[in-house]
């Protein structure tokens, strides 16, 4: 194990599980879909799928279980990912359902409007398959998002995935970002604190910390966490960079990158997938976190969801290339 409790990445790839979209928006700022626009797509997303393939991109090895149709869509999200370096063996594909979509405009105010097609869609069919169990009992480290929790079926392929991961001394990380209407479902919060309890990394944005921890405060909610299980906690912080907080106490702030937004979409993603994947190649907290940061700023950058992902040497590009912003 790595000073972190992280899995080192010789022990098996980085998977997780859940939704493969493709994501369609428009153009032009406005308002809804109630007149004809012009959109342009189709971009490979599912927060997921842009999770693995920053980590595949920066030299992870990694792989995801996941379901797509028998389209054009599913097609174009199976190629990227396989040119990427991510395995797709257990991603299947529905003879019935068409891939999931996502229809995005983006308001003047830069809030967005969604129409969304998954639960039914073949990003709802996701089994625990021959090709699924096969990945799961190689893999060395689980990725849990919280987008999953609407995914019919894909906490009981997590939990089996927990067991199998953890009983070859594996490593779980969790991104706790649960839409709050699935909270308030006992079941839904019971799973939610399940996985709290167990993960070795938690992985918030903003608010995310303090209902994961169930408690206000940032340095409160730090506490409670490494209290259960946590040995780090990866806090995102947008455009004020990032900080990771340690179990022995320490804390490294990072600052944000300097870029010109274009697209938010999946910046969280690319931030855990570089993260996560940068501590199981062995790299210190402070590499790390720069190289995610710069994942996540570097997406941004392009339109689509996971159009900026970047390798290793363009992440090195791109650090030496863009300013920092002050903390």
Known sequence: MTRTGLAPDALGPTITIGEILVEIMATDRGTGFLEPITLIGPYPSGAPAIFIDQCARIGGSAGIIACVGDDDFGRVNVARLH????????????????????????????????????????????????????????????????????????????????????????????????????????????????????????????????????????????????????????????????????LEGRRIDCPAFAVEEIDPTGAGDCFGGAYVACRRLGMPIEQALTYANAAGARNVTARGPMEGAGTRAELDAFIAMTPGRSI
Do not use: C, W
Not at 205 to 210: A, T
Not at 226 to 231: C, E, G, L
């Open 83 to 246: 040119a990427d370096g991510a395995d797709v063996s257990a991603i299947s594909t529905s003879p019935e359902f068409p891939t999931g979509s996502a229809f995005v405009r983006y308001r003047n105010d830069g809030s967005r409007d969604f129409v969304f097609n998954i639960a039914r869609s073949a990003a709802s069919q996701i089994d625990l398959t021959a090709a699924a169990r096969a990945l799961i009992a190689r893999s060395g480290h689980l990725h849990v998002m919280g987008t999953a929790f609407a995914i019919p079926g894909a906490i009981e392929i997590i939990e089996y995935a927990i067991a199998t991961i953890k009983a070859r001394g594996g490593s779980i990380s969790f991104d706790p970002n649960v839409r709050k209407e699935l909270l308030g479902q006992s079941e839904t919060r019971a799973r939610f604190a399940r996985l709290v309890d167990i993960a070795d990394l938690i992985l918030p944005s903003g608010e995310e910390l303090f209902v994961a921890a169930g408690v206000g405060g940032e340095s409160e909610a730090v506490h409670a966490l490494f209290a259960r299980n946590a040995s780090e906690v990866a806090l995102k912080r947008g455009a004020k960079g990032s900080t990771v907080f340690t």
